[in-house]
Structures are given as C-alpha cells and as structure tokens.
C-alpha cells in the first residue's frame, strides 16, 4: 500500500498544474478509486480473461487523468497488466476530415462528434487485444495540438496481452436519440449551421450502427457525472489551459471552446440524462471532486 500511495501521489503531483490543485487526496483514494478497483479485480477474477473497460464523461471531466489512476492501482494492489487508451486517439486525420466536409457536411471539419473517428480501426485493435494468441498491437496518438495524428514512432506499442483494457471517450457508450429528439436544435450551432438536420442525423446513425458495434465489446461501463452543464465549458477552459502549459504552444481561444464545446453538448446532454444506463456512475461536485458512486 505504501509503494501506491508513493506512486498515486506522484503521479497527481504531476497532474496539478495551472494553479488547480487535487482537493482531499488521500480520502478520495479511500473511499473511491480503492473500492472501485477492488470491484473490478473482483469482476475480472472471475471471468478469468481480459475485459474491457468503458470510462465516459463530458469534456474536462477528468476521464484520462481517473483512467490512469485506476490503472495505477490495479497494477500495483493487483497485479494486473492494464492497457489504457483514449477514443480520441482514434480521431480521423485532418485529411480525412476535409474530405467529409466536403462531401457530407461542413461541420465534420470539427473533430468530436461520433463520425469523426476511425471506428473500423479501432473496433480491429479492440479485437485484437482480446485475442488468445496475442500479438503486438500498435494504438495510435491524437496530437490536439496540431489537430492531426502524432507521428507513427509516438504511438503505444502493447507487447504483453492484457488483463484490463480502459477505453475511455466523451461519448463512450452513448445511444442514439429519436427523429423527434435530433429536429429541436439544441443550441446555435444546430440551429443555424445544421438546418436540414444533415449533420446530426449522420451522427446519430453513427451512434445507431458503427459506435454501437464497439460498445457491445464493453464489459463494464464507468460513467463521470457532472453537476451541470455548465460545467462542462468551464472545466474545457481548464483543460485547454494545461494543455497551454505542457506544450508551450498557442491552444483554443474562449470563445472558439464556446463554439467547440456546442459540438459535444447533444449527445453530452442525452449521456447525462440516461446515466443509469452505467454500471458505475461517478458523481462528480462543482470542485471537481467525487462526490459519491452508486453501483
């Protein structure tokens, strides 16, 4: 426990920049990561092979940063051989992108919504990471900061078959809505860019067939509940933030994450509406602290 406890707080140490700070460290390792880490080994125990993880929340909710921290104390209470990865490594290249632009709808432009990823390739590499006769298995890197896929030589190479595999994504897990939900726009952006309702029922029909297929490959699905909306803008603000600081280079303006975070609040709105459809859903406070879990 001590040599966790060595790592868990290091490894937050690290992830306290720009001036935000972990609040009540040691009594959320405690009373949540622990107990939801003894649950997964549990689960995992007794299937007696390697199970697939789905951890979603909105943007900024902390989705990479609780991933790492789960995979750091199943590897060292447990012993588990975790992969961790994001949806947003699967993100389609700026190339791609330009071309759905072009030929189905402008807004495709705009990495996020489901339809912007490259889902066959990462339905193959889930497979492939479940398979027995296990081979290396290269998962790529999304480089935000340039909006397009990081070199090949950057990508994580899983040499050993895992036990865990956390898939974490915004819309991991998300259900597609009814034709009645999607023809009330949501916001300004639907409202006046989306008018023949062309992008967001291609997103939906995504969510319908190609997303649906990945999220069937889930075991377990871990939810990250925000207290509001409105949230979500801000805590993006923060992220943008750090992102600022680890790469020295200029990121997202205000007003282009106002216009960004427009793209994820339907189906961001539609997940926090049907959270009970997870298996654990993590509350989350206005501090950005868990706040309780209901199993």
Not at 59 to 68: E, L, R, V, W
Not at 264 to 293: A, F, G, P, Q, W
Request: hydrophobic share 35%.
């Amino acid at each position: 426990m001590s040599d966790l406890k060595k790592i868990y707080f290091k490894f937050i140490k690290k992830q306290e920049i720009a001036g935000e700070k972990f609040q009540d460290k040691q009594k959320q390792l405690k009373n949540f990561y622990l107990p939801i880490c003894d649950k997964l080994f549990k689960i995992y125990s007794s299937k007696k092979k390697p199970m697939i993880i789905g951890l979603s929340g909105s943007q900024g909710s902390g989705k990479s940063t609780i991933s790492q921290i789960l995979k750091i104390i199943l590897n060292s209470n447990y012993k588990l051989n975790v992969v961790s990865f994001s949806l947003d490594d699967f993100y389609k290249t700026a190339f791609e992108r330009k071309k759905m632009s072009k030929f189905i709808h402008p807004l495709f432009m705009t990495r996020g919504v489901p339809g912007t990823h490259d889902v066959k390739w990462l339905y193959n590499v889930l497979r492939s990471l479940l398979k027995k006769k296990f081979k290396a298995v290269a998962i790529p890197k999304f480089d935000k900061s340039i909006d397009d896929r990081f070199s090949r030589k950057q990508w994580q190479l899983i040499k050993k078959k895992p036990d865990i595999i956390i898939f974490e994504g915004w819309c991991v897990g998300a259900k597609p809505q009814s034709l009645k939900e999607l023809r009330k726009p949501i916001n300004i952006l639907e409202k006046i860019e989306d008018t023949k309702l062309t992008w967001r029922k291609k997103v939906n029909n995504e969510l319908r067939t190609n997303y649906k297929k990945i999220y069937n490959l889930l075991d377990k699905k871990i939810y990250l509940r925000v207290p509001h909306f409105k949230y979500v803008f801000k805590w993006r603000l923060l992220q943008e933030k750090k992102l600022r600081l680890k790469l020295k280079k200029k990121t997202m303006t205000k007003k282009q994450i106002r216009r960004f975070v427009m793209f994820y609040e339907r189906v961001t709105k539609s997940m926090t509406k049907n959270y009970k459809t997870n298996d654990t859903v993590i509350n989350l406070d206005k501090n950005h602290k868990i706040k309780s879990i209901n199993y």
